[in-house]
Structures are given as structure tokens and as C-alpha cells.
């Protein structure tokens, strides 16, 4: 009677999330702007309790089903079509200097490749409908070349950073709403519980860097600052994931160097944070701490697994890296020339098709390693160089407003580092928050560069 009643609670906030979805998504088509809450909104709200709308269609053709992502990129699609077509009609010059952005040429350079890696997979017995959504969700970095064309975007900007805090907070009481009272709980390589998966912290860090590094509001107010920063910490801490405490200390550190902090004052943060690993590693060595019993035991062995190399977990990543390394030596240019498309996505009643595709069943949670792998040094070099034209901008806008070229530059950087361990890179959760950011870097660069008044007039 329970499981009953809990498919009906599932079912009825699958309709209310489906019902407000599409409207507000219609609304975007008026403002643009929106486009960025909606999109984040929904990556939060899938982690809900008792929330599975990403399994229920939002709309049917026949055999064809919409879902929440694609119906995002659908509304993506529009936005840009409605530009382009607003533009190449009435105000051609604005497209023109919008192409000028190096920013802009890089994100569409990278489709370009993605569109390519499309085709190769197709010829290697991807479906073709499963080539074109994966397409599609390529497709998300666009955003980063629609933000800019968004009137006064450089005014709206600050209540979507403020608006990030609040997705912050509420994903982190579904998080403890899942591990203190409903209990749906998953279980990592080393027995330890979460209740969010690693790439949202991604969607943490976000508002971490605004209020570190450019909110004026919460520098003045720091006992309300330093609290939020202590509930999204447990947030970071209920994904299970190492590589968010690492990146969280990363964020850290760039706070106290940004900062201009005399060396006697901020040397004590290195040196305490080394002390309390060391403490960690001795405990876990010493004292056998079962996994799923406590929060606190479940991160000292997840912190302790990080410095262990015979532990399990970090065997099998440093495996699912040497793999990338046979692969490319075997297949040096394009690698296995496919999308990073894993076995355990693939369903499974065609059984064929998943023997068919058995090294995909290795998500090498690293950014170079599976664009190695996938798409070899060829596709490896087209990352490198993206990702330099991108660190290059930070170069160009630093003078007019240095806390906000700090906090996009620390933001990026910390989504880097943390797709050193996980795939957040293709996915589409770190899509969206990499690429809106990437998009207000646009926005910047644009604005010293004098092109930015011509879109917002």
C-alpha cells in the first residue's frame, strides 16, 4: 500500500513539475533571460525526493518522446533562431561583431567537432536518433553566445548570481531531506552513502564563488555568509565525492591569494589543512570505521580513499585511465571516434547492442583522459585549445571590474579541476553552469570591448 501511494506522490509531482515547465518555458521565448532560471531550476529540482520527472515525457509524437533536457534545448533552438533571423534582417552588424567575440568562434567551433564526432558515431551503429540527441545536448553551449545578445544583461546578471544561492540551499535540503527522513540513499565504490550525485557541485560552487569573491552584500554580512558557505559544505559532503572537498579547498585558497592576505596570516589554512589529511589517513588506518553508519565516518573514508592507491575505488580509476592510454595507442587519432556514450545508459533489451559497445562501460571521470579515448589526440588538441582561448579572455577583463574577473576566473578553474575526476565536462547538468558562466565571460569581454552597448540599445 506504501509503494502505492508513493508511485501516486512520484506521479502527481512529475504533472505539477510538467505543467509549470511548459509555460514557463514559452515564457523564455518573450524573455530570454528566463531561459537561465528555467534551465538551472530544472538540473536542482530532478534531485528532489521522490521526484522522476526525467523519465516522464513532457510531450508525444507517436514514438517520439520530449523530455525535460530536450525540451530545453528546444527553447534554446527558438531563442537562437529568433535572433539570427532578427539579426540578419534589421541588424546584421550586431551578428557580425557578436562573431568577432573569440569566445563565441570557440563554442562554435566545438559543435563543429561535436557534429563530426556525430557522424562517425552513426557510422559506427549509433541510431541515428541517439546521435542527434547527444547532438542536441551539445548543443546547450550555444548558451554562451545567447547570453549576450539578452537586453541589460549586465544588470540582470547579479539577481541570477543572488538566485544561484537559493538553488544552493534548496539542493541541499533535498539532500539532507533524502538522508535524514525518506532514506534514498545510493552507495559509492567504498560502501559510503550519498544522496546527490557528484557533478552538482557544479551547481555549489557557484554560489560559493559569488559570495567569496564578488558579492558586495554578503562581505557585509559575513556571520550570514560564512553560515550559507557551512550548509552548502554539507551539501558538497552528501555527494560523496572527494574531488568536491578538493575543489572546495581549491576555491578556498584562491580566496586567501585573491585577497592579498599577508603570508602569516593565511599560512596556518595550508598547514592546518595538511595536518587535519595527515589526522585522517592515521585514523583510518588505526581505527576500522564502518561506511554507511555516519556522515562523519563515511568522509574520513572517502578522504582516506584519496591517499590510499591499493584502495578499490582508486585502483579502478587509475585502471579506467591506463585504459584510455591502450586505447590511444591503438587508435591514436580519433580514438574509438564515438561519442563517450557508457553501457549502463543503453537499455537493456537491446543486449546486442550493449556487447556491441563494452568499452564504453568505462566513464573514465577525467575530461582529458575520456576525450583521449573517445575522440583521440585530434579530439584531445581541439579541447586544449578551447580551453586555452578561454583562459586567454581572463586576460581582457580585469580592468574594469577586478572582483568579477575573479569570480568568473575561479569559477571556471574550480569546474576544471573538478572535471579532473568526473564527467560533469559532457554532461548536461555541467553544461548548463559552465557555459552560462562562459556566457557572462562573453558578456564582459564584449563590454570592454565596446560591442556590448550596441546589443543592450
Not at 513532457?58 to 528546444?74: A, H, P, Q, V
Request: glycine share 6%.
Amino acid at each position: 500500500m506504501l509503494f502505492y501511494g508513493r508511485i501516486r506522490v512520484i506521479k502527481m509531482v512529475d504533472t505539477i513539475v510538467i505543467v509549470l515547465l511548459v509555460p514557463l518555458g514559452l515564457l523564455c521565448l518573450i524573455k530570454p533571460f528566463f531561459v537561465l532560471y528555467l534551465s538551472t531550476a530544472l538540473m536542482v529540482l530532478k534531485f528532489a525526493p521522490m521526484v522522476d520527472y526525467e523519465t516522464t515525457p513532457i510531450i508525444k509524437f507517436g514514438s517520439i518522446n520530449i523530455f525535460t533536457t530536450d525540451y530545453l534545448i528546444l527553447i534554446l533552438f527558438l531563442l537562437l533562431m529568433i535572433f539570427l533571423a532578427k539579426n540578419l534582417i534589421f541588424k546584421r552588424q550586431l551578428l557580425e561583431k557578436l562573431m568577432k567575440s573569440q569566445i563565441s568562434r570557440l563554442v562554435l567551433a566545438l559543435f563543429v567537432w561535436s557534429i563530426f564526432i556525430g557522424i562517425l558515431s552513426y557510422g559506427k551503429g549509433f541510431a541515428l536518433q541517439n546521435v542527434l540527441r547527444k547532438i542536441a545536448v551539445e548543443s546547450l553551449m550555444f548558451i554562451a553566445i545567447l547570453i549576450p545578445t539578452i537586453p541589460d544583461v549586465d544588470v540582470k546578471k547579479e539577481r541570477f548570481f543572488q538566485y544561484s544561492v537559493l538553488l544552493g540551499l534548496l539542493l541541499v535540503c533535498f539532500s539532507l531531506w533524502k538522508y535524514l527522513i525518506s532514506h534514498e540513499v545510493e552507495l559509492t565504490s567504498s560502501g559510503t552513502l550519498r544522496t546527490l550525485l557528484g557533478n552538482t557541485v557544479v551547481i555549489f560552487m557557484l554560489p560559493i564563488c559569488y559570495m567569496l569573491f564578488y558579492s558586495r552584500y554578503y562581505r557585509q554580512h559575513p556571520f550570514l555568509c560564512y553560515t550559507i558557505l557551512g550548509l552548502l559544505t554539507i551539501g558538497i559532503a552528501l555527494t560523496g565525492h572527494r574531488s568536491g572537498v578538493i575543489t572546495l579547498a581549491f576555491v578556498i585558497l584562491m580566496y586567501c591569494l585573491v585577497n592579498n592576505f599577508k603570508l602569516l596570516n593565511y599560512l596556518w589554512i595550508p598547514t592546518a589543512g595538511i595536518t587535519m589529511l595527515l589526522l585522517v589517513v592515521l585514523i583510518a588506518s588505526m581505527v576500522r570505521i564502518p561506511p554507511g553508519q555516519t556522515l562523519l565516518g563515511d568522509m574520513v573514508l572517502r578522504t582516506s580513499d584519496t591517499f590510499n592507491l591499493e584502495n578499490k575505488s582508486t585502483r579502478e580509476r587509475l585502471s579506467k585511465w591506463d585504459y584510455s592510454l591502450k586505447i590511444i595507442q591503438e587508435h591514436p587519432l580519433l580514438g574509438l571516434g564515438r561519442f563517450p556514450v557508457h553501457t549502463n545508459s543503453i537499455d537493456d533489451a537491446n543486449q546486442d547492442l550493449k556487447y556491441s559497445f563494452a568499452e564504453f562501460n568505462r566513464a573514465n571521470h577525467n575530461m582529458f583522459a575520456e576525450q583521449l579515448a573517445n575522440t583521440g589526440v585530434l579530439g584531445l588538441s581541439i579541447m586544449i585549445v578551447f580551453i586555452g582561448g578561454i583562459l586567454r579572455q581572463f586576460r581582457k577583463i580585469t580592468a574594469l571590474d577586478p572582483r568579477y574577473a575573479n569570480f568568473l576566473k575561479v569559477y571556471v578553474l574550480s569546474f576544471l579541476l573538478f572535471s579532473q575526476f568526473n564527467t560533469s565536462f559532457t554532461d548536461p547538468l555541467g553544461k548548463i553552469f559552465l557555459f552560462i558562466m562562459l556566457g557572462f565571460l562573453n558578456v564582459q569581454t564584449l563590454k570592454e570591448s565596446g560591442t556590448l552597448t550596441a546589443f543592450s540599445s
